[in-house]
């Protein structure tokens, strides 16, 4: 029996953003021009469902590019590679398609950019994220006049040395949360007045414009549910937010894991989906929920995305 009726509000925009629909276009496309197998390097994009999908379409997502066979096309993920992997690709007589996003290559130009001028970079992000990883490996040896660094919190901020020389830069994950990165940026503005910042903010649009919705909608919540996987950056800054916001967060991406026994004595459930994540998976969760309580769905109005990117030569 199903027990009184709860409210649904959609979070918009939500769910895949220009740069993860590319991404799993690119495999598609190389798949329909080559067939299978395809080589990805590690997950193309952070989710679950959409690496499922792409293996039983031939995709074959490897971490190593030795255990690729030379010839083969090997496609670098929307998080992007480092200079190291582009020519360990090479080396291996492996043909690159890249489907890093157009905004993450906008980062390495940056860095490139900052290294070429012979600055000290500062790499706001999270250590082990792929994202961070290609990043940081378009240097490939820090030398005295110029280097990058990751700082992860405003302790490392903290920590650092003062640094004889106005060339020094940063720059950031396209991920992050806004909020938690601004306070990181402004920390090495006061210790490094002359600090110069990148042209634009790193944080993709993407990422801005959902944890907005996240914002918008946390007034009326008992409850918000994120679609989206563990590893996926993104997706984990928008349960960050509610959780700051003392609201119940819960990241899902496949629905055997649906509880619902997290819905009792709630009436008001928000839903969004992090940049990785198909809109299948929210609709199943709604039919998850519709199996314990009536529900009524609601679409919250917010920013229309209209940005699309150029696919690679494949
Ligand atoms: S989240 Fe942002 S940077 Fe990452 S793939 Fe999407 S648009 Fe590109």
Redesign the pocket.
């Known amino acids: 029996m199903k027990v009184g009726v709860i409210n649904i509000a959609l979070a918009n925009p939500r769910g895949f953003?220009?740069?993860?629909e590319r991404?799993i276009i690119i495999v598609e496309e190389a798949l329909k021009k080559y067939g299978a197998p395809i080589y990805v390097r590690n997950e193309v994009?952070h989710n679950k469902y959409v690496i499922n999908d792409l293996k039983q379409k031939g995709a074959v997502f490897v971490d190593d590019l030795h255990t690729i066979p030379s010839g083969s096309h090997i496609i670098f993920s929307?998080?992007g590679v480092s200079k190291a992997v582009r020519k360990s690709a090479d080396k291996l007589h492996l043909i690159p398609i890249d489907a890093t996003?157009?905004?993450?290559t906008k980062v390495h130009n940056e860095v490139n950019r900052f290294y070429e001028g012979q600055y000290h970079i500062f790499m706001i992000g999270h250590k082990g994220h792929p994202?961070v990883e290609g990043t940081m490996g378009q240097i490939e040896k820090n030398s005295p006049e110029a280097s990058i660094h990751l700082i992860e919190s405003i302790d490392d901020v903290e920590k650092l040395p003062n640094i004889d020389t106005d060339k020094i830069s940063y720059v950031s994950q396209?991920?992050l949360s806004v909020d938690d990165t601004s306070i990181i940026i402004d920390a090495l503005k006061s210790k490094f007045p002359n600090i110069k910042s990148p042209k634009n903010s790193d944080i993709?649009?993407?990422?801005q414009n959902r944890q907005d919705a996240v914002k918008g909608m946390l007034g009326n919540q008992d409850l918000i549910f994120v679609v989206g996987s563990n590893n996926s950056s993104?997706s984990s800054r928008l349960a960050e937010i509610a959780k700051q916001h003392n609201i119940e967060a819960i990241l899902i991406d496949d629905m055997k894991f649906f509880d619902p026994s997290i819905l009792k004595n709630k009436k008001n459930i928000g839903i969004t989906a992090g940049?990785?994540a198909p809109e299948i998976l929210v609709q199943q969760l709604i039919v998850e929920i519709n199996k314990y309580s009536d529900t009524v769905v609601s679409e919250i109005k917010g920013v229309e995305e209209s940005?699309i990117f150029k696919l690679p030569i494949i």
């Open positions: 953003c220009a740069g993860v991404a994009v929307a998080h996003c157009p905004l993450v994202e396209t991920t993709c649009y993407a990422t993104n940049a990785s940005v």
